[in-house]
């Protein structure tokens, strides 16, 4: 499986697919850009892969992997 | 004096800590830590919670407080139009105002602890190439005003490189570090979306890539 994090403003909340399912970050942009309240974030979120940010939308995936959406941040 | 740092657990130079932090010991530790290390040159960053309304509340004084303050938040762009539908800001903030006060009650903070360890180990490897080293403490969970929820320290045997680095490492912070901040409005936690900045590579899974 693979493990979807949502994170900060997003509602901490996380979720689980098939690594058949999701074979690279594109199959994950076909899946959430058809769920309203998620897809309205995308065009601020970046994505983290195991801790790295993501730059290449077409990076493959595998059972095991985490992913975070990460929305606009702001510390201190 | 490099070798004698490289010899500690460089992570244990993260903390995280729920709640405010307590400043007065975690300063107090990182100077013996410069101290002992033959380190001349350090500096300290340390951030307060103010006690005062987030600016975006304050900044129209002839509409009601919380509800002008609700407008500016949702009115320019997409990420304000994210809050108005993620988190019902609005529905929230007219609670707020039915109270007919505006009660400021710190800010609460969320942090994603992978991308911020290996966020700042990628900075302890800079700092390490000018011959530097860097510590940092951030609160997770709510702090109240007053309270202390940041501290960032370059420990350094020169001047100039310390300088330098602490500039630069306060300002990425700002920009990179994977934690979210929330306003604590009449026990409610209103996303700071104004103060908010897009991670590098944001909209990766945009229909624009």
């Known amino acids: ?76 | 004096m490099i070798n004698k740092v490289d010899s500690m657990k460089i992570e244990n130079l993260l903390e995280i800590h729920n709640g405010a932090l307590n400043s007065d010991e975690i300063l107090q530790k990182w100077c013996a830590f410069g101290a002992e290390r033959g380190f001349g040159a350090n500096c300290f960053f340390v951030g307060i919670v103010r006690d005062e309304l987030p600016k975006e509340f304050l900044e129209n004084q002839n509409l009601p407080l919380i509800e002008s303050s609700t407008k500016d938040l949702i009115k320019n762009d997409s990420i304000k139009k994210d809050i108005e539908s993620k988190t019902n800001l609005i529905e929230s903030a007219n609670k707020a105002q039915t109270s007919n006060s505006a009660i400021f009650g710190g800010l609460s903070f969320e942090i994603y602890e992978p991308l911020l360890r290996s966020w700042f180990s990628a900075w302890q490897k800079k700092a390490q190439e000018r011959g530097a080293f860097l510590a940092m403490a951030h609160s997770r969970g709510l702090v109240l005003p007053g309270k202390c929820s940041y501290i960032s320290a370059v420990f350094s045997p020169q001047r100039a490189a310390a300088l330098g680095l602490f500039a630069d490492f306060v300002e990425d912070f700002k920009h990179n570090a994977p934690i979210w901040k929330y306003d604590v409005i009449n026990n409610e936690k209103f996303y700071a979306a104004n103060r908010s900045h897009k991670l590098n590579h944001a909209g990766l899974l945009s229909d624009k890539n």
């Open chain 1, 1 to 76: 499986m693979i493990k979807v994090e949502f994170l900060g403003p997003l509602g901490n909340f996380s979720r689980e697919f098939s690594a058949e399912k999701i074979k690279n970050l594109n199959d994950l942009k076909e899946i959430l850009k058809g769920e309203n309240e998620i897809s309205q974030w995308l065009e601020n979120c970046a994505v983290a892969v195991n801790g790295e940010i993501a730059k290449d939308i077409q990076k493959p995936l595998q059972d095991g992997d985490t992913i975070a959406l990460l929305p606009p941040v702001c510390g201190g």
